[in-house]
């Protein structure tokens, strides 16, 4: 899944001929998830059409601080539009809108959407070679490096003029790579390798039975995805669960039993940076496992369990420098039982799950959590998606991590 997924993007276009080119930007904008919203210099709308961009947003385009044809003409809010961008992007970017911005100047609703972004702005030059080298130009760029700015570099080619040299607009297919290469490096999690656990074990009692529960995966498969969203390279030990990932930078190892899931976790942990354990591990499993199916007897059949190995508390005894989070499911003395569960396997930080609350369990797509840190402090959330918990949980790492 691309960095851009999910991101509110702002495209500016101005009226340079490769204009045409943001047609195609929008349509990979849109292909990697982002929601786009397109403003236009009154002039950019002679090398493109709005309805044309507007067709690939699927969201209206702004070209003018009202609608002019409209007698009930309602005021295209700048800000309004500015603050709702991730991202702010224009693309081309004339020499003429370049200058205008690096001068504060504000005669169209895309300068005065620039204005009032408090994002992040990039800006993908266009313009024939010479007014690319002209040294006005340069000190354009110069103010806006020293405004934040962050300049898309124009590529070298033939140009509308027939000449060939440096001013063509970076292609749409670059401009894709160099966004998501400059969110990646500012995600909090870049650089961090983040091992996780989760769903079920299943412990075996003979070649058809076994020992399991109801954990069906959902919350350590959503950590596993924000981490990644934030930048981690993430190693997900999975007991059985019918749930599936695909991201580039997480690696999937299915494990069955507690034994091969301890076996993988410990495998890892030694080159992690994070680890977090939200696995519904069996604490018991059969002594001994039948390699024959068990007939059906006369009598009750007794099965014979043995303690399966801690694994969160044997990585507790284990860490050096890793952040180590631990779960707890708790159905009665819930902060007491979690505060001690923390400090007995040297844990960072514990999840705290309540069954006494709606909206927490197994197989839910929501989740009621109570993060207890290290220094006792207790932090209590509300019922949320378990795609937001997960980012809750991620986000208290991060901050402690910087602390
Ligand atoms: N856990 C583990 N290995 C086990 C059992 C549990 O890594 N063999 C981890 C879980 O992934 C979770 C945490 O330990 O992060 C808490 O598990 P829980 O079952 O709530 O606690 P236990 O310590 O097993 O105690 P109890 O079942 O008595 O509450």
Not at 39 to 53: C, I, N, Q, R
Not at 211 to 233: P, R, W
Not at 335 to 353: H, M, Q, Y
Not at 357 to 373: I, P, R
């Given at each position: 899944?691309?960095?851009?997924?999910?991101?509110?993007?702002?495209?500016?276009?101005?009226?340079g001929?490769?204009?045409?080119?943001?047609?195609?930007?929008?349509?990979l904008?849109?292909?990697?998830?982002?929601q786009?919203?397109?403003?236009?210099?009154?002039?950019a709308k002679e090398f493109?059409?709005?309805?044309?961009l507007?067709?690939?947003?699927?969201?209206?385009?702004?070209?003018?601080?009202?609608?002019?044809?409209?007698?009930?003409?309602?005021?295209?809010?700048?800000?309004?539009?500015?603050l709702?961008?991730d991202?702010?992007v224009?693309?081309?970017?004339?020499?003429?809108?370049?200058?205008?911005?690096?001068?504060?100047?504000?005669?169209?609703?895309l300068?005065?959407?620039?204005l009032?972004?408090?994002c992040?702005?990039?800006?993908?030059?266009?313009?024939?070679?010479?007014?690319?080298?002209?040294?006005?130009?340069?000190?354009?760029?110069?103010?806006?490096?020293?405004?934040?700015?962050?300049?898309?570099p124009?590529?070298?080619?033939?140009?509308?003029?027939?000449?060939?040299?440096?001013?063509?607009?970076?292609?749409p297919?670059?401009?894709?790579?160099?966004?998501?290469?400059?969110?990646?490096?500012?995600?909090p999690?870049?650089?961090?390798?983040?091992?996780?656990?989760?769903?079920?074990?299943y412990?075996?009692?003979d070649?058809?039975?076994?020992?399991?529960?109801?954990?069906?995966g959902?919350?350590?498969?959503?950590?596993a995805?924000?981490?990644?969203?934030?930048?981690?390279?993430?190693?997900?030990?999975?007991?059985?669960?019918?749930?599936?990932v695909n991201?580039?930078?997480?690696?999937?190892v299915?494990?069955?039993?507690?034994?091969?899931?301890?076996?993988?976790?410990?495998?890892?942990?030694d080159?992690c940076?994070?680890a977090?354990?939200?696995?519904?591990?069996?604490?018991y499993?059969p002594?001994?496992?039948?390699?024959?199916?068990?007939?059906?007897?006369?009598?009750?059949?007794?099965?014979?369990?043995?303690k399966?190995?801690?694994?969160?508390?044997?990585?507790?005894?284990?860490?050096?420098r890793?952040?180590?989070?631990?779960?707890?499911l708790?159905?009665?003395?819930?902060?007491?039982n979690?505060?001690t569960?923390?400090?007995?396997?040297?844990?960072d930080?514990?999840?705290?799950?309540?069954?006494?609350d709606?909206?927490?369990?197994?197989?839910k797509?929501?989740?009621k959590?109570?993060?207890?840190?290290?220094?006792?402090?207790?932090?209590?959330f509300s019922v949320?998606?378990?795609?937001?918990?997960?980012n809750?949980?991620?986000q208290y790492?991060?901050e402690?991590?910087?602390a």
């Amino acid at each position: 899944m691309s960095v851009l997924s999910g991101k509110n993007i702002l495209l500016g276009v101005t009226a340079g001929i490769a204009a045409y080119k943001s047609a195609f930007l929008v349509r990979l904008l849109v292909k990697a998830g982002a929601q786009v919203k397109v403003v236009m210099t009154p002039s950019a709308k002679e090398f493109v059409t709005p309805l044309t961009l507007s067709t690939l947003s699927k969201n209206e385009v702004f070209s003018s601080f009202t609608n002019d044809e409209d007698e009930n003409a309602q005021w295209n809010n700048h800000v309004e539009l500015a603050l709702w961008a991730d991202l702010f992007v224009i693309a081309p970017a004339t020499a003429n809108t370049l200058s205008k911005m690096a001068h504060g100047t504000s005669d169209n609703l895309l300068l005065a959407c620039y204005l009032s972004a408090k994002c992040p702005v990039y800006y993908a030059p266009a313009m024939d070679l010479d007014m690319y080298k002209h040294p006005s130009t340069k000190q354009t760029f110069e103010t806006l490096d020293s405004f934040g700015n962050i300049r898309i570099p124009a590529e070298h080619g033939e140009l509308a003029s027939g000449l060939v040299g440096e001013g063509r607009m970076a292609e749409p297919e670059t401009i894709i790579a160099f966004l998501e290469d400059a969110i990646k490096r500012t995600l909090p999690l870049r650089g961090k390798k983040v091992v996780i656990t989760a769903g079920p074990t299943y412990e075996a009692i003979d070649p058809v039975r076994f020992i399991g529960n109801h954990s069906s995966g959902k919350m350590g498969y959503a950590i596993a995805e924000a981490a990644v969203k934030l930048g981690a390279e993430v190693i997900l030990i999975s007991g059985p669960s019918s749930l599936s990932v695909n991201e580039k930078r997480l690696t999937l190892v299915k494990v069955t039993s507690a034994e091969e899931m301890y076996n993988e976790t410990h495998s890892h942990f030694d080159s992690c940076d994070i680890a977090i354990l939200s696995a519904a591990v069996a604490d018991y499993r059969p002594k001994q496992v039948s390699t024959q199916k068990i007939k059906k007897a006369a009598g009750p059949l007794t099965l014979s369990l043995e303690k399966t190995d801690d694994i969160l508390a044997s990585l507790g005894a284990r860490k050096k420098r890793q952040f180590l989070v631990g779960f707890a499911l708790e159905t009665e003395n819930e902060l007491e039982n979690a505060k001690t569960k923390l400090k007995k396997k040297n844990l960072d930080l514990i999840v705290l799950n309540s069954l006494n609350d709606e909206g927490a369990g197994f197989s839910k797509d929501t989740n009621k959590v109570t993060l207890v840190s290290k220094d006792n402090k207790v932090l209590p959330f509300s019922v949320k998606p378990k795609t937001e918990v997960a980012n809750d949980i991620l986000q208290y790492i991060i901050e402690q991590l910087h602390a």
